[in-house]
T-cell receptor
Framework: GAVVSQHPSRVICKSGTSVKIECRSL??????MFWYRQFPKKSLMLMAT?????????EQGVEKDKFLINHASLTLSTLTVTSAHPEDSSFYIC????????????FGPGTRLTVL | KNEVEQSPQNLTAQEGEFITINCSYS?????LHWLQQHPGGGIVSLFM???GKKKHGRLIATINIQEKHSSLHITASHPRDSAVYIC????????????FGTGTRLQVTL
């Protein structure tokens, strides 16, 4: 089946630093990628929808300047958490949709961010 | 009220038992996904349904569009099935965006 990777799988950083998380579709081209955040024992919360070559669409309440998303190619989207604070500590998951109009999504393994 | 409701929230079963997890939704959808999330966090897509029934190994998923209800069944359950099972729907007219249920935490014991 289709594979989506995330890097890094876990990261610990100091408060005030920026952290970049990569999401790659390894064996297919993804016109759309999604970024989710998950708090402990809670369901996934969609943060933003990323379309290749255009600006991301952010969900209500998600700060665009805080969570920078770049979808520069059909196989790579990046999420940068800028000036991270302890409250940004969470599990971040991406998913990728291979074709326009399809309902299929493939999920990455997630990145656990801990901000000290 | 959430657009996607799952039941039960938590489920404990003994190895070998037949398990059913339910998902009800209150909106028009074009597809429904069943996902599995293991303790490490990674998510695996089990099924995507728009009608009828699908089977993969010991897993069976059904959907009734008229009743806005889907079930995930696990036959001959095993401890390795222990995970959180999440129902997610693609709302009609949305571009691949999913709405998630709160998940069902399954623990299968020996």
């Amino acid at each position: 089946g289709a594979v989506v990777s995330q890097h890094p799988s876990r990261v610990i950083c100091k408060s005030g630093t920026s952290v970049k998380i990569e999401c790659r579709s390894l064996d297919f081209q993804a016109t759309t990628m999604f970024w989710y955040r998950q708090f402990p024992k809670k369901s996934l919360m969609l943060m933003a929808t990323s379309n290749e070559g255009s600006k991301a669409t952010y969900e209500q309440g998600v700060e665009k300047d805080k969570f920078l998303i770049n979808h520069a190619s059909l196989t790579l989207s990046t999420l940068t958490v800028t000036s991270a604070h302890p409250e940004d500590s969470s599990f971040y998951i991406c998913s990728a949709a291979p074709l326009v109009g399809t309902d299929t999504q493939y999920f990455g393994p997630g990145t656990r961010l801990t901000v000290l | 009220k959430n657009e996607v409701e799952q039941s039960p929230q938590n489920l404990t079963a003994q190895e070998g038992e037949f398990i059913t997890i339910n998902c009800s939704y209150s909106v028009g959808i074009s597809a429904l996904h069943w996902l599995q999330q293991h303790p490490g966090g990674g998510i695996v897509s089990l099924f995507m349904l728009s009608s009828g029934k699908k089977k993969h190994g010991r897993l069976i998923a059904t959907i009734n569009i008229q009743e806005k209800h889907s079930s995930l069944h696990i036959t001959a359950s095993h401890p390795r099935d222990s995970a959180v099972y999440i129902c997610a729907v693609k709302l009609t007219g949305t571009a691949s965006k999913l709405t998630f249920g709160t998940g069902t935490r399954l623990q299968v014991t020996l």
